[in-house]
Structure formats: C-alpha cells, structure tokens
C-alpha cells in the first residue's frame, strides 16, 4: 500500500491585485480585483514505504505547496491527497504523530533557549517516555556530532549545528514520513554532508518514507534514486535519476585538456561549450554524434587528455528548466 | 497532562527568564496608577472628595497589582506567527497551539511575580498602611477576580490575534481594546465616583471587572453586587473563549485554503 499518494492534486491561490500609487491604492481600497493563481495543477504520484524520492522544481515550480497540502497545511482546492491512510487536512493527531515536515528557511526551535530546551516541549507533545527521549537525544546527536552543542542557546550555533538540531527536534518523534524542504539550504559542504548521512541512516534505520526537496543536486544524487520533477504546476517527470538524465540530457559531457587554448568558436564547432578555461575546456555533445565528434576533436585539436562523463545532475534540469520542457 | 504542562511551564519559564529586563522595564511602564493615584491623593487632601487619601492609595495600588496579573501579549505574538510562517509549525504538532501561548503567558507570570513584591515593598515603605490584609476571604476572591480578567483578557487577545489570519495586521485591535479598559475600568479614577447611570450602564460591560472589581476586593472595600460583577466576569470570559474557538476554526480554513 502507497503511502503517500497524491491523486490529481491541484491548487489555486486567489491574490488580490493592486496598481501602484495613490490610485492603485483607492481602487485596491473600493473596488479589489482578484486573479487566480494555479500553483499546483493535477499532479498525481504515489511514495511506497521506505522510499526516498527527490522532488524537483525552480522556484515557484510548487514544490512547497504540494508538500503543504500533504502535510494538511493547505487544502487542496481539488484533487486527493492521502498520507498514511489519513486525509492530511483532517490534521488528526495520529497522523501528526507519524509525520514531519523540515523547512530550511524556517526555524522552530526556541532562539534564545539550548537546543535540549525545544527537545523537552518536543518529547512532552508526542508523549515519548523519559527513558526514550534520552535515548533518541543521545543517539542523535551522535549521529549528527552535535554532543557537545545541545546545552548551548540556539542562537550562538552555526547554521549548521541550528539544521543539524533542527532536524533532531523534527525527528525526535520518529516519524514515518519525513517532508524535507531544502534541508541543506545554504548550509557549507560538510554541513550537507552531515545532514544527508543523517537522513539516509535515519530512514533506513526506521524504514521511513522521504520526500525531498533541494536545489543541491548532491542531496538528490545522494539519498534519491526516484525523482519527481514539477515545472509551473504541472507534473514534469516521474522515474528513476537515470532515466531522467536520459530522457531529459541526451548529452555527455567531454572535458578536454589542450596543449594550447582553443578559441571558443573553434569548439563551438564540436558540441555546446559549457567552459572555456585556457587549455581546459568542458563541451556538452549529443550521445548520438559523440563517436563522430570525439574522432574530430582528436584529429583536429591538439588534445593532452580527453574525458567523456555524464554531464552534472544540475546541468542536465537547469536545462530542462530554461528550455521549459514540460512533457 | 501533568507531563506536558511541566515541560511546558519550566522551559517557558526559562525562556521568559531570558526577556527579564523587558519584562521589568514593560512592569515599569505600567506604572500609570501610582500617578493617578497621587493626583486623587492630593484631591482627598484638599477636601475634594470624602475619601481619606488613604483609601485612594490603596485602591491604586491594588489596581496597578490587578493589572500586572493581567497584562498579555498574544495578539502581538499570533500576528507575528502568522506573517513570519512559524504558526504552521504549531499546526503541525498534535497540540492545539492555545497551549503555547498559555503557557508562556503563565510562566512569565513567575518572572514578573517577584518583580511585583519589589515593587509592593517599596510602595510600603513610601505609604506605611496603605498596604492592607483584609483578610483571607477578599484576598481569595481579589485573586479569583483576577484569574478570571486574565483569561478574559487572554481570549480577547487571542481572538484578536486570530484575525492576523484577514487581516495585515491584528495588533492595533487589543490597543482599542486597552483604551476602553483604560476608561471604563476604572483604572483612571474608581467607579463608585462616575455618575450612577454611567456606572449602571458600565455594569454589563467587561471592564469594570477587570480592575475595579479586584482592586476593590483586594484592599477590602465594600463591593456593590459582587456576585453579579463576577457572573459578568465569566459570562464575558465565556463569550470570548467562544469567539476565540469560533475564529480559530474559520481561521483555519481560510488558512488552509490560501496559506500565510
């Protein structure tokens, strides 16, 4: 059984207008005029347990508001949304007890308070008992080195350390399903690192459901082997990262190491240049003439070394998104 | 239950310790009465009322302490909640989120307790007999009539914070609030002076209850129709606790439905 399903799920913001200026202001004020927005339209996937599937989208895609309608935040304006058997927007305390939703812009932890302080008002609302609650801290915070932390106020750690605790106070009820909105967000690379590890040993350790988003590729590549990628709306792809990058990056990406630089126009010739660096220089070609386009490079460019990789995950969807690919 | 509201109380105690300057400069700014109270003074001490300047000081003192135990902030902290996004948060936990603004409520209290007694000791040494046991029976029902202004004063601000979820802004709203209270409890000059119609027709309203009613109690004056002050007192508190459960439940849906 499905344990997160969305089925044709959709969303219509209705947002008041307003002109600029004193008249903008008196017509805002008398006679408001209303447009509706669909940030959601249709979208229909299902998350088995256990899964980890990476949610994709630029800005303004829909992510977040799928996600608030799955966690009951909002309310679908149609379609379905189920969660562990529940209707999220019911918002009934069983099935707040198996979720969690983490948003790396927003903090709910208690600012001028340590870290343990949120951890106690977090174990009291799920009733999790004493001798569990230390146990869950303890492991935590092993896990994500945050030991010597937890006594400190909120406000005098790292970006780092508040995601990393941030993420203990969401999961220290041990939820099902996890809700992750760019958890690594702005966080250095250690820090990304730390916070995908945790979530990959956490899930496999509970056999939790994830849905993630992120605008790192490494988070998607490193926890997600599905992903589901929204574009305006609308349901852009659904599958595994590999048939993704074939269906949407038709392309490899040749790294060349020149004796002497080439001009750009000069490789414009052989594919799409991605970088052009001095000697270095990165071309992105289609797999269909790369055979053909490898012999040319190597007949006609003084080639040091030579490399053909896929190209970068983020490459591959900044492309679909700019060249608005909506299937 | 017991469980929850120990968490709750201590770590929002904490917390509150935290905010102790604010908490004192915010018990300082309400220092209003003792001024009201030395311009009644010095109208008793030239004849123009038939009160011993006495009874004026005690009767302000005890409305500044009625109103201490009274003050709340809730409009100001769900307006804030709302706007910024961390109100979603609350909603997802498996608590009605009215728990967390209570309880913080409650643990500042014990901050700002303390800072009172300071307060009172000082005022004791300025006015030796001003300050007055009247017994164990009015100081139960002055602290009972003060409980009850709270939670009146509390459902107020909430379901006036609530409507941060129409509006841009809520908090203005709990000032009009406040400037009725400030006429009309007799927070500027006690009751029993305003004109009979006037005080007949204030009667059915909350505000006398909210600080005329304890005060009074509180320094042992003979209280007009006391039990039907306190019915008031907790039919408003009743009305206002459905308003609040009222809006809380069409805010959620609107919430809901176009998000903060």
Redesign the interface.
Known sequence: MSVVVADRLTKV??VAEKAPGFAGTLRHFFARRYKEIVAVKDVSFELEEGEIVGFLGPNGAGKT?TL?ML?????PTAGRAEVLGFRP?D?K??F??Q???VMGN?A?L?W??PVL??L????????IPEAEYRERVRRFAELLELEDVLTQPVRKLSLGQRMKAELMAALLHHPRVLFLDEPTLGLDVNAQSAVRDFVRTYARENGATVLLTSHYMADIEALAERVIVIHEGRLLFDGGLKALLARFAPYKEVRLELSTPADPGTLAGFGEVVEARGPVARLLVEKTRLTEAVARILAELPVRDLAVEEPPLEDAIGRVFREGRVA | MLRKAAAFLSVYYAHMTVYRGEILFWLLSGLAPFFFMAIWVEAARHGLTDREPLAFARYFLFIFVARQLQVVWVTWTLSEEIKNGLFAFKLLQPLDPFWHYLAQHLAERGVRLPMILVLLAVFLWLYPGALVFSGWGPLFLGLLASLLGFLLNFFVAYALGLLALWLEEATDLYEAWYVFFMLFSGYLAPLDLYPAPVREALFWTPFPHLAYLPASLFAGAQVERAGLAFLALILWTLLFYLVSHWLWKRGLKRFSAMGA
């Open positions: 913001y209705r508001t608030k966690t009951g935040l909002l309310y927007q918002r305390p069983a707040l007890k979720i969690t939703l927003k709910q208690l001028d308070l302080d949120t106690r008002i977090n174990a009291a609302i799920y009733e």
